[in-house]
């Protein structure tokens, strides 16, 4: 069993015994400590997923980690610009091209979509289909390691927002999706794309599916009370979140009008 190296503090250089992540330094309330850069690897050939934002020191950095060896494929996890804005200026760097869903952010000829396979030093990730955060969004299984790469559909810390690109019930699937998938393969880790490894796999899904349980059931009271619009019901619901967050928390209360409205109609 791969044992976890996880910080004490922070995230950068957390990871599993064939994972490690390099922190991208662009933190914000929306991508907690920063984007997690991850290199799966051993050996001479490596993967590296989500290279993070357009930010010159950070992709160098990660270039200068990987020293000699050979980056096989670039992986998106989704195209958000803080996962891929970096994509291509690193694929200059190391010379490989970028594997996406969506074929706007790929640089070559394959793309990437649930159940591919992509192997680099006798490993493997296994892409999971996980729409929802972003209708692009995927997740990347790591059998060697009993470890599942999130990106923004698990995360650290806190929970996700859905993105205008998103759906709600598309991202509910894919959670039942991926709590099925992790009780099945025994999983020991995630590694999500903002914030710390999660060590209980089971745990944090069960975790995400009950908020979101219990967020809709508080839209619903504050619909019945009233609240129409959803600046109204993130002043209710979200009443004790920094004010800060309040535009991404108005803009999950959209996508979750939309789930119950189309449960209803």
């Known amino acids: 069993m791969s044992g976890l190296r996880i910080p004490l503090e922070g995230p950068d250089g957390a990871g599993t015994a ?7 330094p662009n933190p914000s309330p929306m991508t907690l400590d920063g984007t997690n850069t991850w290199v799966i690897g ?5 993967l ?3 290279p993070g934002p357009d930010d010159g020191r950070h992709l160098a950095r990660v270039a200068d980690h990987l020293r000699d060896r050979r980056v096989v494929a670039i992986l998106l996890t989704h195209g ?4 891929s804005g970096g994509a291509r200026a690193f694929a200059g760097l190391v ?20 159940g591919d396979v992509v192997a680099a030093g006798g490993l493997e990730l296994h892409a999971v289909g996980t729409p929802g955060h972003s209708f692009d969004s995927l997740c990347f299984w790591l059998p060697e390691d009993g ?3 999130t990106g923004d559909t698990v995360l650290g810390r806190g929970t996700t927002v859905i993105a205008p690109d998103g759906d709600l019930a598309d991202y509910l699937r894919s959670l039942d999706r991926l709590r099925a998938t992790a009780e099945r393969v025994g999983a020991r880790a995630l590694l999500p794309g903002h914030g710390p490894v999660l060590s209980d796999p089971i745990a944090a899904l069960d975790g995400y599916l ?9 839209i619903r009271r504050a619909r019945e009370r009233g609240a129409a619009t959803p600046r ?10 920094d004010r800060s967050l309040w535009p991404a928390a108005e803009m999950s209360v959209r996508a979750q009008l939309d789930y119950l409205d189309g449960l209803r109609g």
């Open 80 to 83: 958000h610009h803080d996962h």
């Open 95 to 114: 010379g490989a091209p970028v594997r996406a869903l969506d074929p706007r952010h790929r640089l070559g000829d394959e793309g990437l979509g649930d």
């Open 42 to 46: 051993r050996g001479e050939e490596v």
């Open 232 to 241: 109204e019901i993130v002043e209710v619901v979200y009443a004790e979140v």
């Open 48 to 50: 590296v997923v989500d």
């Open 210 to 218: 009950a908020h979101r349980r219990q967020r809709l059931d508080q």
């Open 147 to 149: 470890a599942m790469l």
């Open 18 to 24: 064939h994972a490690l992540n390099l922190l991208a």
